[in-house]
């Protein structure tokens, strides 16, 4: 089973593709992404140094680090799920701009936000990402 399964506009990406740079607000490029953690990877996930106070719910936890803490925690996330299912480092294809909700699912915990095809013409000085 995978830690993690990050899907943008319904198709499955590798989280070896993506680049995280959040932004205030989505522009009219964005598409939407799904990112699943598996239950059983929530707390070395999202907790792993176990800060979260015992009486505040997931959602609300990950959505304060979220607001605190921006692209340096989200790209945090996908890191930990790339080393826990393996995953190397691969050409750029898409930018994580933005998470809009956390949701508790069956199968674990489901951010959804917006996400943008990677250009690297965009920003000169971001090539060395491809």
Do not use: N
Not at 32 to 47: C, I
Not at 57 to 70: A, N
Not at 87 to 104: D, G, M, N
């Amino acid at each position: 089973m995978k830690a993690g399964r990050l899907l943008i506009e319904g198709h499955e990406v590798s989280l070896g593709s993506v680049w995280v740079h959040w932004k205030p607000a989505a522009d009219g490029s964005s598409a939407a992404f799904s990112l699943l953690v598996q239950g059983e990877f929530v707390v070395e996930v999202f907790d792993k140094w176990r800060q979260k106070p015992a009486p505040e719910p997931w959602e609300g936890y990950i959505l304060r680090q979220l607001r605190e803490f921006g692209t340096s925690v989200l790209d945090s996330y996908v890191k930990v799920l790339a080393e826990l299912d393996s995953i190397e480092k691969q050409t750029t294809t898409w930018v994580l701009t933005k998470v809009e909700s956390v949701k508790i699912v069956p199968d674990g915990i489901l951010l959804e936000g917006c996400a943008e095809i990677f250009l690297p013409e965009r920003a000169p000085e971001l090539r060395s990402l491809r």
